[in-house]
């Protein structure tokens, strides 16, 4: 019984796809949840390749790996270290947090309650040029505005893990 190259190529994804999911879910070092969680990423890039699907493939890596992921590793970097040198994980969130959380929440689903209605979705046609010209026409105010968002997060894990100061 011989393997061809194609079924190869998918179980090698498979298997960078389940050891990424699996060291995310099973490791307590930091660090390492996110080295497994730039792998399952990857893997989800490679299944995009394997499926033809090389624009779905790119915007993968430029956004989760390229962007994500890096923002997830500087907030490691940042966040209180214990005596030993590794992250300090414990809570330090109080029930006005939890307060706050929940009322954030609540207003941004009562705003966003009338958008779904108004939205439509149509289908693009499959090739690169018409995708692009979509995401770079109309849609370009919505990715503009989801670079401000991850920067405000970014800032926020700044601002947060200052820790105390005295």
């Known amino acids: 019984m011989s393997i061809s190259m194609i079924e190869l190529v998918f179980w090698m994804i498979a298997a960078a796809s389940l050891l990424g999911a699996l060291t995310v879910v099973f490791t ?3 660090t390492r949840m996110a080295l497994g969680l730039g792998v399952f990423l990857l893997s989800v890039a490679g299944w995009f390749v394997y499926f033809s699907q090389t624009f779905l493939a790119a915007a993968q890596v430029f956004v989760y790996v390229g962007g994500v992921l890096v923002l ?3 907030a490691i970097m940042l966040v209180h270290r214990s ?3 590794r992250p300090a994980l414990e809570s330090r969130h109080t029930i006005d947090s ?3 959380a929940v009322a954030v929440f ?3 689903v009562s705003a966003l309650q009338d958008v779904g209605s108004a939205l439509t979705v149509t289908p693009l046609p499959g090739s690169p040029d018409a995708i692009s010209a979509a995401l770079l ?3 370009l105010p919505h990715f503009e505005a989801l670079g401000v968002l ?3 997060a970014l800032a926020a894990v700044i601002v947060i893990s200052g820790g105390e100061r005295s």
């Open 28 to 30: 307590r070092d930091v």
């Open 72 to 74: 997830v590793l500087f």
């Open 83 to 85: 005596g030993a040198g």
């Open 98 to 100: 939890i307060m706050v």
């Open 106 to 108: 609540v207003l941004v």
């Open 137 to 139: 026409g109309p849609m």
């Open 150 to 152: 991850l920067l405000a």
